[in-house]
């Protein structure tokens, strides 16, 4: 399998050669262990990026002993994840938010959710939540907003724009969810909005979540509008 893959460069034939290995009982475990990570780095040699997590994330479930490999295994499947773009990603993040959009707020499908998307191209997977905002579906829309929220991203610089936006939107619950985001997320360019979400929104519920999100931004300036509100 390794002269294939790496003497001939045949990845084909040294896929087949691993999962031959993979797949026999009576084979030793160290090998098994071997042609098991193997694999998946020839998946991710032939971008099959999704693949290829799942085979590693099964290697690192099924051999946690073989550390160096498991190291290597890590680094593959960040590799992978990182090089995820397209139609594979947009499948990606629209599951996650579909799933989030079927939930109740404790409902433990959310963490899942939340960590299918680690690891991806945050700006590709801002861009393609941001395409959610426009949904018929509420509770779509609201889940894409969420997910920017509580998502584990560095930064949402590519959605804040599309955000402030969406201060405007008829429906309160959106406008709240967007103010809450904007404060969790401490987004400077939205304090001026959410101030005035705070004093001024008609929605009960919008204006909640503005006084809520001044607190989550922890900007002084936010006082005077509080003790109004």
Known sequence: GVFAEETKGDIDAAI???KQITGDAKANRK???QAHYRLGACLVKQKKYSEATSVLRQFLAQYPKETTLAARARRRISQARSSIVGAELAKIVNEAVTT???CTETDPRIKG???SLEGLNEPAVIKELTKHFDSDKKTVRRSAIYVLWKGSFS?????EAALTKLCK?????????VALTLGGRKVASGFQTICDMALKDTSPYARRCAAYALGLMGDPKARPVLEKA
């Open 100 to 102: 989030i959009s079927t």
């Open 155 to 159: 930064k949402i610089t590519g959605a």
């Open 31 to 33: 090998y098994v262990a």
């Open 16 to 18: 087949k050669i691993y």
């Open 113 to 115: 959710a939340l960590e």
């Open 169 to 177: 939107h008829e429906e309160g619950l959106t406008r709240g969810m």
